[in-house]
């Protein structure tokens, strides 16, 4: 039986593999793509995908001793909430998730970024936007960045991102000045957030399967050709 110790290692690792795969996946984004995942990947939210996405893998595709120590490890972690709104991304990104988590080399990682970058633009990057304003999504996001911070060799994927981690020593009074209170809105605002909520869990799964029938599209399209 494998370890919950075993189960973190093999997760964190999994990750990094994944996130080196994403950084590959721009050689093959251009334009409006390129943009949108600059967008979409910052620092925190790059890394706090790639544990999601690697616990289910772990926990759910690869299974065995390994997947039952991971999904204990998810449920101590209190990542389990994740499942309703990833729902739609685990099961677009699966074919990548899994190349990652075989991955043995740089050489794998760069056709596993070839396949994120594939599915991106076919329908996974709506998904993403979606996923990634979600409350829990972004609760979730603090945890695992608190929790496990993300390695040096993830933060540096994103040389020059100024907005993912602001930082807080420069000029802290007009910091402190102009510092929202969400906490406050929350608690004004309660319905319009589980509204929105829900919203955006209808959007991500309208956006799946937008992303299906394209897919299907494509493979008409070239077996006709």
Not at 87 to 107: D, H, I, P, Q, V
Not at 118 to 139: E, M, N, P, S
């Amino acid at each position: 039986m494998a370890t919950i110790e075993e189960a973190k290692t093999a997760i964190v690792a999994t990750a990094q593999r994944m996130a080196r795969s994403i950084a590959y996946s721009r050689e093959h984004l251009t334009g409006a793509a390129l943009e949108t995942a600059a967008s979409i990947f910052t620092t925190a939210n790059l890394w706090a995908l790639c544990i999601l996405f690697a616990g289910w893998v772990i926990g759910t595709v690869v299974s065995g001793p390994i997947g039952i120590a991971a999904n204990a490890l998810l449920v101590a972690w209190g990542l389990y909430s994740s499942y309703e709104i990833l729902t739609e991304l685990f099961k677009n990104g699966k074919e990548w998730a899994l190349l990652c988590y075989e991955a043995k080399s740089e050489g794998d990682l760069k056709v596993a970024g070839a396949v994120f970058a594939k599915l991106f633009v076919g329908g996974l990057a709506d998904i993403l936007q979606v996923v990634i304003l979600h409350r829990t999504f972004r609760a979730l996001r603090s945890k695992i960045n608190n929790k496990i911070p993300p390695p040096a060799e993830v933060e540096g994927l994103k040389k020059g991102e100024a907005k993912a981690e602001p930082k807080t020593e420069s000029k802290p009074e007009t910091a402190k000045a102009e510092k929202p209170k969400p906490d406050e809105a929350k608690a004004e605002k309660p319905k319009d957030e589980a509204a929105k909520d829900k919203a955006l869990t209808e959007r991500a799964k309208e956006a799946s399967d937008t992303a299906k029938e394209s897919l299907k599209d494509a493979v008409v399209d070239g077996a006709a050709a």
